[in-house]
């Protein structure tokens, strides 16, 4: 999972953030403390930040559209939604490398339903992206 940030990140300088730049500043997250012993954010995500993260990749070159995926990441668990391909399903702690995909199994299907409405709040929530993205099904 990445993390585009621009040279200067948002909030450290006295300019405004540019309209299109979309996201919002990661250092109250930087600057937050854990509780006494314990790192800063090991307990929980700070009041106003949710509890997944989200996010969209939408391809390149010509062939825009087809390599398009959307990705949910919980604490526990990632979804990983690619419109023309297989989806797939992770247990974070349990298999780090993600070299087992959880999403056919029948055991794991309340759990992808859960975190596939989640990420759909989320892709809403984010707007179209590249207008020949589909929608999930």
């Given at each position: 999972t990445?993390?585009?940030?621009?040279a200067r990140?948002?909030?450290?300088?006295?300019?405004?953030?540019?309209?299109?730049?979309?996201?919002?500043?990661l250092?109250?997250?930087?600057?937050?403390?854990?509780?006494a012993?314990?790192?800063?954010?090991?307990?929980?995500?700070?009041?106003?930040?949710?509890?997944?993260?989200?996010?969209?990749?939408?391809?390149?070159?010509?062939g825009r559209?087809?390599?398009?995926?959307?990705?949910?990441?919980?604490?526990?668990?990632?979804l990983?939604?690619y419109?023309?391909?297989?989806?797939?399903?992770?247990?974070e702690?349990?298999?780090?490398?993600?070299?087992?995909?959880?999403?056919?199994?029948?055991?794991?299907?309340?759990?992808?339903?859960?975190?596939?409405?989640?990420?759909?709040?989320?892709?809403?929530?984010?707007?179209?992206?590249?207008?020949?993205?589909?929608?999930?099904p």
């Open positions: 990445g993390l585009e940030a621009p990140p948002a909030g450290s300088s006295p300019q405004p953030q540019p309209p299109a730049l979309d996201g919002r500043s250092l109250p997250l930087l600057r937050a403390t854990g509780a012993g314990t790192p800063p954010l090991q307990d929980a995500a700070p009041e106003g930040w949710p509890e997944d993260a989200y996010s969209q990749f939408f391809g390149h070159g010509e559209g087809l390599y398009d995926v959307r990705m949910l990441r919980t604490e526990r668990h990632k990983v939604y419109p023309h391909d297989v989806d797939e399903l992770y247990d702690q349990g298999d780090p490398w993600e070299l087992h995909n959880l999403a056919g199994e029948p055991a794991y299907q309340p759990l992808r339903e859960e975190l596939q409405a989640r990420l759909e709040r989320r892709m809403a929530e984010a707007g179209p992206g590249h207008p020949a993205a589909p929608a999930l």
